[in-house]
């Protein structure tokens, strides 16, 4: 089994190596969230979303980072008048998303250091994002 995160690319040690059996069974694994957790996504989210929530602020996007993402989602639908996209659209706002978010977005103070520390130990670890899918 292997396991890899993509980092930033200013940042760009592999991280990436294989995990036995052993190391799977018995041990935790780490789960990561990437957007405003190893990443900070917010100017970038709120760059693409304009023209989706005319009105809302940087700081509505902030607090999709904080609590539940999806009720502060259904929050910024109630409290902007949301501009449905067209399914063109909002594949490309997918796209647009999936490929700055590792090449446009800094990662957290002290982020680096801990995956990279996380990787010497060998404790296995995750990345997940489900920012893209709304």
Avoid: A
């Avoid at 980092?7 to 294989?18: G, V």
């Avoid at 796209?95 to 990279?116: A, I």
């Amino acid at each position: 089994m292997m396991f890899e995160i993509q980092l930033p690319t200013e940042h760009s040690m592999s991280l990436r190596r294989p995990l036995s059996n052993d190391i799977m069974e018995n041990s935790k694994v780490i789960i990561f969230d990437m957007d405003g957790v190893i990443i900070n996504s917010v100017d970038m989210m709120y760059q693409l979303n304009i023209d989706r929530f005319p009105g809302s602020t940087k700081k509505d996007f902030e607090e999709l980072f904080t609590g539940n993402i999806w009720k502060q989602i259904e929050h910024l639908k109630k409290t902007h008048q949301e501009n449905l996209l067209s399914e063109e659209e909002t594949k490309e706002v997918r796209r647009v998303y999936s490929e700055n978010k590792t090449q446009n977005v800094q990662l957290y103070d002290g982020m680096f250091e801990l995956l990279k520390s996380l990787n010497n130990e060998r404790y296995p670890f995750l990345q997940t994002t489900i920012l893209c899918n709304y």
